[in-house]
């Protein structure tokens, strides 16, 4: 466990056991906060949660209450940010701001995935991710399908701090191999 004093105090637990009993709650929150075409089945999640390279890890409040969580890949030398979430009754409480100033405190370069900027949901996501430094990658960028039969969908890679398009492009291929390998084979 990882406490995180910041504007909230925050404690970070991995979640390494399907049995855990955090996962009725990172799922309840997973299936809210992603659309099902961005998002695993979370019989897969349980099943990755063995993968050496992949962390699920909620956060607690100060009551030990869980706020959210982060699913990551630790790539070589950068984490992969696959989703990220604030239960919608405990936002604007500065508990998503210290789950990203924690998870960037130990990893210096970072990389996430949001929907292309159409309206101002997505706006006011691009702008909370800027606020930590994240800047969009200028490069075109698809995730692959989670589920069969579906196409693969347009997204912004926005990362932290800014890497090159080259450098860029070496990371992506290693998203694909790793991250969704499973989709792609």
Not at 25 to 40: M, S, V
Request: proline fraction near 7%; charge should be negative; charged fraction near 10%.
């Amino acid at each position: 466990m990882v406490t995180f004093t910041g504007m909230s105090q925050l404690s970070i637990i991995q979640v390494t056991e399907a049995s855990s009993s955090f996962l009725p709650f990172i799922e309840q929150l997973y299936t809210q906060a992603f659309p099902w075409e961005e998002r695993r089945d979370f019989a897969t999640v349980k099943q990755l949660l063995a993968h050496p390279l992949m962390q699920v890890q909620v956060a607690l409040n100060e009551e030990n209450i869980p706020v959210g969580f982060a699913i990551t890949w630790q790539l070589t030398g950068c984490l992969f940010i696959e989703h990220i979430a604030t239960a919608e009754q405990h936002r604007s409480k500065g508990y998503g701001s210290a789950f990203m100033q924690a998870l960037l405190a130990v990893h210096p370069l970072c990389l996430l995935e949001i929907e292309p900027v159409t309206d101002s949901t997505t706006q006011r996501r691009l702008a909370f991710y800027q606020l930590y430094g994240f800047l969009p990658i200028d490069i075109v960028y698809y995730q692959p399908p989670y589920h069969p039969h579906l196409a693969p969908l347009p997204m912004q890679l926005l990362s932290y701090p800014l890497v090159s398009q080259a450098h860029a492009g070496n990371i992506i291929a290693e998203i694909y191999q790793t991250v969704y390998q499973q989709m792609l084979s």
